[in-house]
């Protein structure tokens, strides 16, 4: 779950990347709009987190700029201008949330899980395959009928795989998922956590194509 | 409120009382103009009837028995005449004659008081030399016959008076109608309509007014626009620091697991949060200067030592930079000054060196020149910072306004705190780059 903050003052952009963290979400934070427009052309990212006044390049700019490539990652604007016409412009241009300063962290939060959500073509906040329940608000997992608790990057990893339940994920796709820039990347760390995660589950709940990646299957039958 | 009472009352008594007055003076006129051709046309009757008593008087008098003669008009009883022979004995006189001789024996006309009445006399004596005859009138006829004229003349006037009032009222009526139609247009408005009045159909004396007044309206329209334009700003403006002092506070809240990470996450939230509070405690300095920078720009008039001003601010700052290694140099004639005000010109001096300071790399320096040239005094703050691009020299000292790549950490009001004090004091500000393409020249010329 990794998110673009994308905000010129600096001791917001430094609290939304705090607060995102505390969700356990990998977080990257740029400050201006062209270098925004270059992230979002060679990363890819869960969501983006927009201020509409940046230096360089407007928000409005910076999305109307990701949509004309036909990138749908889940934008949420942020920011000071609350009149009903500038919420209009910035959902029309292609935004899919809107919030205004001053928020609430929990509330960002939970908007970027609903976004997320959405955009994986779920309605329910619950995550469920076979018998394993992942519940993105409260960080917590089900698994029959119990409560597992799992360390950040492993609950992220399980996050990811189960957001794409039946697609195979790289390992790099993974990883980069996992970690923001300037974060130190582990060796065989995505092997490690699914082997632990495989450990407090069951071994078939994340299958490995040799070359390819893993994969939850949807629908095991167990 | 004061008034100076009704308009119209006053134009109907002033056209009454100019009627009043040229009428009278009309009236005045004729009454001593008649009086003037009485006096002439009856004297010349005078000496006409004493030519004729003189020629009866000669032929028939010996035949006259009575002592006098009768009234034949209404006004006989005021013409009398008199006969004396060798101008001492009375042969003959008119019935309203007094007893005494009516004037000396000198021919001629003479006037005389008799028995409280007053006589003019027209005196003259036979060709023989004697008989004196003298004719008289008494003299209120003449002022009966000029007052009867007057009387005439002003009666028609004290008659058409209220008619006269009654017409003048309504076409000052009429007349001011333009006048009162503006003032049901003013009364009628909206205390927030500031629209232009109409112009059309205003008398041209006061066009002047209405000008005035549609001017003033602009003003205000402009002014309550930038009024609500900055309250707009400044509200978005305060809505991001206090983003930022919430996000960190709730960063703050959440960490706490009491790990060694948690612990260091939250003291970095907290002192963020407080840096937070500070800027925003910064910006609404700054914000409340802007507002007040133009209820005091009304005394701009003081001489002000602009040298003495500068060492002053340049020596609060002093610290701030020293602590960057920053060397402040200050290039001045003594006691350079300019006209203006004084509290303003410390808010811009303390906006422009803040500045520079701010945006100077550590270690280097930054220069502030006051010189004298032509007529103009000019300030001028030289940093080494990164300067501002061209395209965006004109855009700084606009509201919130802040170039690419700057932190965002200033208010984005400093430069538009200074323009303003600037164009206050009539004195112009120009941003271009150091020579060497790097680094800003602030300067400022006063007039």
């Not at chain 2, 020596?315 to 005000?341: F, M, T």
């Not at chain 2, 703050?381 to 395209?391: F, H, Q």
């Amino acid at each position: 779950m990794r998110i673009l903050v994308i905000e010129d003052d600096a001791l917001l952009g430094d609290a939304i990347q705090a607060g995102l963290k505390q969700a356990s979400y990998a977080v990257d934070w740029i400050k201006d709009g062209v270098s925004a427009d270059l992230a979002l052309g060679t990363e890819t990212y869960t969501a983006v987190v927009l201020d509409l006044g940046l230096p360089r390049l407007s928000g409005l700019e910076v999305l109307r700029r990701l949509r004309s490539l036909n990138n749908p990652t889940p934008v949420l604007i942020l920011t000071a201008m609350d009149s009903v016409d500038d919420r209009i412009k910035g959902l029309d241009t292609g935004a899919d949330d809107y919030l205004i300063k001053p928020f609430d962290m929990g509330e960002l939060a939970a908007r970027l899980r609903a976004l997320v959500r959405r955009a994986n073509g779920q309605s329910e906040p619950v995550l469920r395959v076979a018998d394993v329940e992942l519940i993105p608000a409260s960080h917590r997992v089900m698994f029959r009928e119990q409560f597992i608790e799992l360390p950040a990057k492993e609950f992220a990893v399980l996050h990811t795989l189960m957001l794409n339940a039946g697609k195979v994920l790289s390992r790099s796709k993974i990883e980069e998922q996992l970690y923001a820039w300037g974060e130190e990347v582990e060796s065989n760390a995505v092997e490690v956590y699914v082997h632990h995660l495989r450990r407090k589950f069951y071994p078939e709940l994340i299958e490995t194509i040799r070359g390819v990646g893993y994969l939850i299957p949807l629908n095991r039958n167990i | 409120m004061h008034s100076a009472g009704s308009l119209k009352q006053r134009l109907l008594l002033l056209a009454l009382i100019t009627v009043i007055a040229v009428w009278t003076g009309a009236t005045a006129f004729t009454y001593y103009d008649a009086r003037g051709e009485f006096d002439e046309i009856l004297d010349a009757h005078l000496a006409q009837s004493a030519t004729l008593l003189v020629v009866q008087a000669s032929q028939d008098l010996d035949e006259i028995e009575t002592e006098h003669a009768p009234l034949l008009h209404k006004y006989s009883r005021r013409v009398a005449f008199q006969i004396w022979e060798e101008g001492h004995e009375l042969r003959l006189h008119s019935a309203n004659a007094p007893a005494q001789r009516l004037a000396e024996r000198e021919k001629g006309f003479s006037d005389s008081y008799i028995n409280g009445k007053h006589w003019r006399v027209f005196s003259t004596w036979d060709e023989s030399h004697e008989m004196l005859i003298q004719v008289a009138e008494l003299s209120e006829v003449r002022d009966e016959l000029a007052s009867g004229i007057a009387i005439n003349l002003l009666k028609p006037l004290l008659i058409s008076l209220p008619l006269l009032a009654l017409l003048l009222w309504t076409a000052i009526t009429r007349g001011l109608r333009p006048l009162v139609k503006l003032t049901a247009e003013v009364e009628q408005r909206e205390p927030d309509n500031l629209a232009a009045l109409e112009t059309e159909s205003a008398p041209r004396e006061v066009m002047p007014l209405i000008d005035r007044l549609n001017r003033l309206f602009t003003r205000i329209e402009t002014s309550m626009q930038r009024e609500r334009r900055f309250t707009a700003d400044a509200a978005h403006e305060l809505r991001t620091p206090v983003a930022a002092i919430k996000a960190q506070a709730q960063v703050a809240i959440a960490a706490n697991s009491g790990t060694a990470e948690d612990k260091e996450v939250r003291n970095h939230a907290l002192n963020n949060a407080i840096l937070g509070c500070d800027r925003a405690a910064h910006l609404i300095d700054q914000l409340l200067t802007l507002a007040r920078i133009d209820p005091m720009g009304a005394q701009i008039s003081e001489t002000c030592n602009l040298s003495s001003l500068t060492a002053e601010v340049i020596g609060a700052i002093v610290p701030k930079a020293l602590d960057r290694q920053i060397r402040l140099e200050l290039d001045a004639g003594e006691n350079i000054s300019v006209r203006g005000n004084p509290v303003l010109l410390r808010i811009l001096l303390r906006n422009l060196i803040d500045n520079a300071v701010h945006h100077s790399p550590d270690g280097t320096r930054v220069q502030i020149i006051i010189t004298n040239e032509q007529q103009n005094t000019l300030l001028s703050v030289i940093d080494n910072g990164p300067g501002i691009p061209e395209a965006e020299l004109a855009r700084v000292t606009e509201r919130f306004y802040r170039p690419a790549g700057t932190s965002a950490s200033g208010s984005g009001l400093g430069l538009s705190i200074v323009k303003r004090i600037a164009e206050i004091h009539d004195a112009n500000l120009e941003l271009k780059p150091v020579k060497d393409g790097s680094g800003l020249n602030v300067t400022v010329s006063f007039k």
